[in-house]
T-cell receptor, first 111, second 116 residues
Framework: TQLLEQSPQFLSIQEGENLTVYCNSS?????LQWYRQEPGEGPVLLVT?????EVKKLKRLTFQFGDARKDSSLHITAAQPGDTGLYLC???????????FGQGTTLQVKP | DTEVTQTPKHLVMGMTNKKSLKCEQH?????MYWYKQKAKKPPELMFV???????INESVPSRFSPECPNSSLLNLHLHALQPEDSALYLC???????????????FGSGTRLTVV
């Protein structure tokens, strides 16, 4: 069974601080996705990483995919209150179309 | 149209009621999904429809009954629910079940269900 372990599960920081969220697995994934979800809304896709060692940037967000394609990280620089939400990493399992989610990281950025 | 639309946004129902959740997409996606999500937890897969046929049922209790009348519409019929079924119910779609992950999933905003 493919599992994704996400850490930390909860993070409360001040505006302007940097943070990193980790997503780890003992299994190889062909690709991983990161989603952000605000309260009362559905998850919104932020990025898909496909190639081992890949780094993608989305404004203040930097996503990395491990060389072995077993782990990924999300780094936020100078966090803002608008970054508050639930961050989910997810990987596709085989050809079933099942999206496996990590446990999620609830981020609170205080002004 | 690049959205998945779910109605209603909020629903309160008694344990003896029958209600339905509706999900609609017009992106030509042929795989549609129902997920259940509790607060601060990841979504849990319930059902997958591929080309209007039920492809995956994740051992969901029979009080939840999915239906896919056509390629754009997905319903979830609810009957005799329990308070512990209260959650955010999310619908999602993607190009097809076997498509590369780069095509991504599009999620609706969900229906917040409260069972009293």
């Amino acid at each position: 069974t493919q599992l994704l372990e996400q850490s930390p599960q909860f993070l409360s920081i001040q505006e302007g601080e940097n943070l990193t969220v980790y997503c780890n697995s003992s299994s190889v994934f062909s690709s991983l996705q990161w989603y952000r979800q605000e309260p009362g809304e559905g998850p919104v896709l932020l990025v898909t990483v496909v190639t081992g060692g890949e780094v993608k940037k989305l404004k203040r967000l930097t996503f990395q995919f491990g060389d072995a394609r077993k782990d990924s990280s999300l780094h936020i620089t100078a966090a803002q209150p608008g970054d508050t939400g639930l961050y989910l990493c997810a990987g596709l399992s085989g050809n079933t179309g099942k999206l496996i989610f990590g446990q999620g990281t609830t981020l609170q950025v205080k002004p | 149209d690049t959205e998945v639309t779910q109605t209603p946004k909020h629903l309160v129902m008694g344990m003896t009621n029958k209600k339905s959740l509706k999900c609609e997409q017009h992106m030509g996606h042929r795989a549609m999904y129902w997920y259940k999500q509790k607060a601060k937890k990841p979504p849990e897969l319930m059902f997958v429809y591929s080309y209007e046929k039920l492809s995956i049922n994740e051992s969901v209790p029979s009080r939840f009954s999915p239906e896919c009348p056509n390629s754009s519409l997905l319903n979830l019929h609810l009957h005799a629910l329990q308070p512990e079924d209260s959650a955010l119910y999310l619908c999602a779609s993607r190009q097809n079940q076997g498509a590369s992950i780069i095509y991504g999933y599009t999620f609706g905003s969900g229906t917040r269900l409260t069972v009293v």
